[in-house]
């Protein structure tokens, strides 16, 4: 809507409008597994000390970290995905389309598309201790072991940075889909993350 007239806003009648649509339409039972999990991370930032805050602002994750809304509602996501075409990058709804891109998730989510790369030097031994410290195991990174770890962390250094970037991407912008992220992640010469800026 905004894209086709700038002065668009969501008003109580669109929203209302958009509420009847999703009331009307009958959503299957369907077995809907997501690990995004927005209550688990806006736990682990309510945590977070204001030198780690700083650091994630740094990040370029600011606005992120104010994200608070709690469970996702499984049939409304059920809705949204039965309504998506993914190859014309679509959302349909009430005789409406919404193009999705890039621009639109980064203003959604409030972080920007692309960013600076955070290269964290080292050779397979950093990344063998990474891995011990997240109790790594065949099946990859535990998320309940990130969570741990970040909750006991009061450090804001690179460690954390590592922490908090691979919680991020499990809980809320790349959820796998067990409760473990694979430690391919991490590459084989080093350390390589790239963080939103």
Same mark, same amino acid.
């Given at each position: 809507?905004?894209?086709?007239?700038? *002065?668009?806003?969501?008003? @109580?009648? !669109?929203?209302?409008?958009? #509420?009847? $649509?999703?009331?009307?339409? +009958?959503?299957?039972?369907?077995?809907?597994?997501?690990?995004?999990?927005?209550?688990?991370?806006?736990?682990?930032?309510?945590?977070?000390?204001?030198?780690?805050?700083?650091?994630?602002?740094?990040?370029?994750?600011?606005?992120?970290?104010?994200?608070?809304?709690?469970?996702?509602?499984?049939?409304?996501c059920?809705?949204?995905?039965? *309504?998506?075409?993914v190859? @014309?990058? !679509?959302?349909?709804?009430? #005789?409406? $389309?919404?193009?999705?891109? +890039?621009?639109?998730?980064?203003?959604?989510?409030?972080?920007?598309?692309?960013?600076?790369?955070?290269?964290?030097?080292?050779?397979?031994?950093?990344?063998?201790?990474?891995?011990?410290?997240?109790?790594?195991?065949?099946?990859?990174?535990?998320?309940?072991?990130?969570?741990?770890?970040?909750?006991?962390?009061?450090?804001?250094?690179?460690?954390?940075?590592?922490?908090?970037?691979?919680?991020?991407?499990?809980t809320?912008?790349?959820?796998?889909i067990?409760v473990?992220?694979?430690?391919?992640?991490?590459?084989?010469?080093?350390?390589?993350?790239?963080?939103?800026?």
């Open positions: 809507m905004k894209a086709n007239d700038e *002065r668009a806003c969501i008003t @109580r009648e !669109v929203r209302k409008e958009l #509420g009847m $649509e999703f009331k009307k339409v +009958a959503v299957e039972e369907t077995k809907f597994l997501t690990r995004c999990a927005p209550d688990r991370f806006a736990a682990a930032v309510g945590q977070l000390t204001d030198d780690q805050r700083e650091v994630v602002s740094e990040m370029g994750l600011d606005n992120l970290i104010k994200l608070n809304c709690g469970r996702l509602k499984r049939k409304l059920c809705w949204l995905v039965q *309504r998506t075409d190859a @014309r990058c !679509v959302i349909e709804f009430s #005789g409406r $389309e919404l193009q999705l891109s +890039a621009n639109s998730f980064a203003y959604i989510m409030g972080v920007s598309d692309g960013g600076m790369r955070l290269q964290l030097e080292g050779d397979r031994s950093d990344v063998a201790s990474y891995l011990d410290k997240y109790n790594a195991t065949s099946s990859g990174i535990n998320v309940k072991t990130l969570a741990d770890i970040l909750q006991n962390s009061r450090e804001a250094n690179d460690e954390f940075k590592v922490t908090f970037m691979l919680f991020t991407l499990c809320i912008l790349c959820p796998p067990g473990h992220i694979i430690t391919s992640i991490f590459g084989c010469n080093g350390i390589t993350l790239h963080v939103f800026k």
